[in-house]
């Protein structure tokens, strides 16, 4: 490859995606490898890609057909992560341009494989059953901003959802020790972060496959005592194994942020059986009211997938109403797609394109009006905001969260008046609420 050491990552799909990113940013760095911006400069050009569904997939092929256009005689194209989990072989078939294809299991070792495909035939293939779990000795160079940080704390997943691939991907679930966590944790708060999001396919499953039955409570236990990190937040948890107990540690520990991230998927009690989702409509109703009872002010985030084989008019109404009577804060609505290695695409009645969007158009519009009611009643208040620098949209505000918005997928503050630095957890008066945004301006201590 000769000697330009310069390397262009891309990073497709989710947080726990963008952690891999980060371990192999920090492999190539120690390696000798330096990041750029332009992938015109870069020698090695990398795609860590996301590849659960068709729209992912099809993403991350776009992905590596752009970077393709880049390569010279001595630059390489490197693919990692899911697709090539998912597809393997087939790949290399179907994308020639590529040098060299990773699996999951490899993603620490992508140094060496880089430099092994420089002295040897292209393109090749590195492809092992997924049983890698990272440590707080693994390297990791973080792409988030300094103050904000993922910490993965288990791999794999075991529901096997009959819509879902992640198992056959990831793996079986693999969980972290809470003194390995509590290293990691450690050594970010001393690189600056003050708000440590955990993560998971399933945070509640944590510690199920550990013989000492650590658990998701006792973990935060000891990263609220061993740390003065001041966020925690919880993102991904199954709702049923959203206990009382985790509500409780919640109410009375106030590092914990008031928010949670929990996938309900779907709220008619036949299409959750049929997603092997453990759980009914009157299991959701008892779930939303704990949560109520505990953290009064709780943000709940939920995720619902429309258009599942055999889902109903009455089903879609049923999903409406209870929008409606749980005012819930962010719901992200998702397509349902027939992935022909999941259980789902052998069941009858299936939903067509048409209504499928018909469907995730209704849905949205209820629930964009119900954000916009909710978030009215943060105006007047007084907020702690953590600060994450000047707005996107001009250089005259600056832009930041507050406790019930999480990175990336809900709405910003924007700050109108007043200074503070990028990492800065500042009061902040709301002094208006637009659908999923608020505005607001520093109150000088």
């Known amino acids: 490859m000769g000697g330009n050491k310069t390397m262009h990552l891309v990073s497709l799909g989710c947080a726990k995606n963008l952690v891999d990113s980060e371990v192999m940013l920090a492999v190539l760095e120690n390696a000798g490898y330096t990041p750029v911006e332009e992938p015109a400069q870069a020698g090695l050009l990398l795609v860590n890609t996301c590849g659960f569904i068709q729209p992912a997939v099809e993403e991350a092929v776009d992905h590596i057909l752009r970077l393709a256009q880049y390569k ?25 341009e590529v040098d060299l294809f990773v699996g999951i299991n490899e993603t620490v070792k992508i140094a060496d494989l880089i430099k092994e495909i420089t002295e040897a035939a292209k393109p090749a293939l590195h492809l092992h059953p997924p049983r890698f779990l990272m440590t707080s000795s693994t390297p990791r160079r973080l792409a988030t901003p300094f103050y904000q940080a993922y910490m993965k704390i288990t791999e794999g997943c075991d529901n096997r959802c009959t819509y879902c691939l992640i198992p056959a991907i990831r793996g079986d679930l693999r969980s972290r020790t809470i003194k390995d966590l509590v290293c990691e944790a450690q050594r970010l708060e001393e690189e600056g972060v003050g708000e440590l999001c955990l993560i998971a396919q399933d945070l509640t499953a944590y510690g199920n496959d550990l013989s000492h ?59 959750l059986r049929a997603m092997n989702r453990r759980y009914t409509l009157e299991d959701l109703d008892r779930l939303v009211a704990t949560i109520r009872r505990y953290l009064p002010e709780c943000a709940i985030r939920s995720t619902l997938l429309v258009g599942f084989p055999g889902e109903t008019e009455q089903d879609v109404f049923l999903m409406i109403n209870c929008l409606e009577r ?91 008046d007043g200074r503070a630095n990028p990492g800065d957890i500042v009061p902040v008066r709301i002094t208006e609420a637009h659908t999923y945004d608020l505005v607001g301006e520093i109150i000088q201590e």
């Open 326 to 416: 749980w005012h819930l804060d962010h719901v992200g609505v998702f397509q349902y797609q027939d992935e022909p290695e999941c259980a789902a695409h052998r069941f009858a009645d299936k939903i067509s394109p048409e209504e499928k969007e018909e469907r995730y158009d209704r849905i949205m519009n209820v629930q964009a009006g119900i954000s916009a009611g909710n978030i009215k009643r943060f105006v007047g208040r007084v907020e702690p905001v953590l600060v994450e620098g000047v707005s996107a949209e001009t250089e005259l505000l600056l832009e930041g969260r507050t406790r019930f918005q999480a990175p990336d997928i809900d709405g910003c503050v924007y700050i109108a």
């Open 72 to 96: 010279g005689p001595e630059t390489l194209l490197v693919v990692c992560g899911c697709l090539v989990q998912r597809y393997g072989e087939q790949l290399v078939e179907e994308l020639p």
């Open 213 to 271: 039955k650590e658990t998701l409570p006792r973990l935060l236990e000891q990263l609220l005592r061993t740390t003065a990190i001041p966020w925690f937040r919880l993102l991904y948890l199954y709702p049923t194994s959203t206990n009382e107990e985790l509500l409780a540690l919640m109410a009375q520990e106030k590092r914990i942020v008031p928010y949670l991230d929990i996938p309900f998927q779907h709220v008619s009690d036949q299409i």
